[in-house]
């Protein structure tokens, strides 16, 4: 086992939240099981931005090969990428023998967990992957790179391993999160009862159902955009667009991709019109069908452009942010996984 060192980040504002106790189990397993073979750190943070930080301290004090893992949702993951990757350049992201990724279900979400074999039951997982790692058995996934705004301005760069959502769709991670400081007592109970995640996927499609509704009723709340790849160029009044590295049940749209290949899929739906569009609310699978499909690999660079406003909504790995006037898609290449014992 070439893994001398692991940084364990704990979000404790996660889904709804982790107290003391589940962060003490988490600990001492890592403790018994690796404690005395390498050099372990545990970080509790509120924040993406702590995770981000000490992602970096750690990375920077040491080339000894690390373990980073993240017991929290998508965003905090996203957070760590980003710390893992900053500075680095499309295609030169550090190798298995450099850093490896690993992640428990203790967010809302948790979309990429799954899609690596880790279980709902934190223990049961943080036990499999330690296994794997013993083992040396990784996997890859490929890393979505974003340059968002330029025109004169220095872009900001940012990273995700799942997915990029545009339109009206990129609006959704937005409601939610402003749904949550509203009301964040009634969405505990809820959770309580059906579970995050499956609280989560409700929340999603409760507002892309509102979003897509009124811009049935009002076309002009979605944006003019303008899509570039190589010398291919779309114009269209998005309604829906998303950038996905795998399929994802809860969404209509075929990717073509899986998230061990370095390779993304960009997928956008236009408006069809007000009655169309009405007409197939409880139908998305039809509008889906209408989507323009691009794969993105190699070094194959997609700009978005907005044609009809400065800024809009868009999100990434479930994280709300800005788009401004611009944003230019690549995959950044592949970081090693360690995956949980169902993969």
């Known amino acids: 086992m070439i893994i001398k060192r692991i940084l364990f980040i704990v979000n404790r504002a996660s889904a709804t939240g982790h107290n003391e106790a589940v962060v003490e189990r988490l600990h001492s397993i890592l403790e018994n099981s690796l404690g ?12 993406h931005a702590q995770a981000k ?10 080339d000894t090969p ?3 893992i993240s017991g929290a949702g998508g965003g905090t993951l996203r957070a760590i990428i980003e710390g893992i990757c900053k500075g680095t350049e499309a295609g030169k992201l550090p190798q298995k023998d450099r850093v490896r990724i690993a992640m428990l279900r203790m967010g809302s979400g ?5 899609q690596f074999g880790v279980p709902l039951d934190s223990e049961v997982a943080l036990r499999g992957i330690i296994a794997n790692l013993k083992s040396d058995r990784v996997a890859p996934c490929c890393i979505m ?3 968002i705004g330029g025109e004169g301005d220095q872009p900001e760069v940012c990273y995700a391993t799942a997915m990029a959502g545009f339109g009206q769709f990129g609006r959704s991670s937005g409601d939610l999160a402003r749904w949550h400081r509203r009301l964040p007592v009634l969405r505990k109970l809820i959770a309580k009862f059906i579970g995050i995640e499956r609280l989560n996927t409700i929340e999603y499609g409760l507002s892309m159902l509102i979003r897509l509704t009124w ?6 709340a979605a944006e003019l955009i303008q899509v570039r790849i190589g010398e291919r160029t779309e114009r269209m009044r998005l309604l829906v667009g998303v950038v996905m590295n795998f ?3 809860q969404l209509p749209f075929k990717p073509g991709v899986q998230v061990e290949e370095e390779a993304l899929s960009l997928n956008l739906a236009p408006h069809p019109g007000r009655w169309t569009l009405l007409f197939s609310l409880l139908f998305l699978n039809r509008l889906a069908r209408k989507a323009l499909q691009f794969r993105i690999a190699d070094t194959d660079r997609v700009e978005i452009r907005l044609l009809n406003r400065d800024a809009v909504e868009f999100f990434l790995d479930e994280d709300p942010a800005v788009l401004r006037k611009k944003v230019t898609i690549q995959v950044a290449g592949t970081l090693a996984f360690v995956p949980g014992p169902d993969y």
């Open 36 to 47: 005395h073979e390498m050099e372990l750190q545990i970080k509790v943070v509120d924040e």
């Open 53 to 62: 930080e000490h992602t970096q301290s750690f990375l920077s004090i040491s």
């Open 66 to 68: 690390a373990l980073v």
């Open 110 to 114: 948790n979309i990429v967990a799954k």
């Open 145 to 147: 790179r974003c340059e």
């Open 215 to 220: 811009c049935a009723l009002w076309p002009n």
């Open 247 to 249: 399929p994802l049940k």
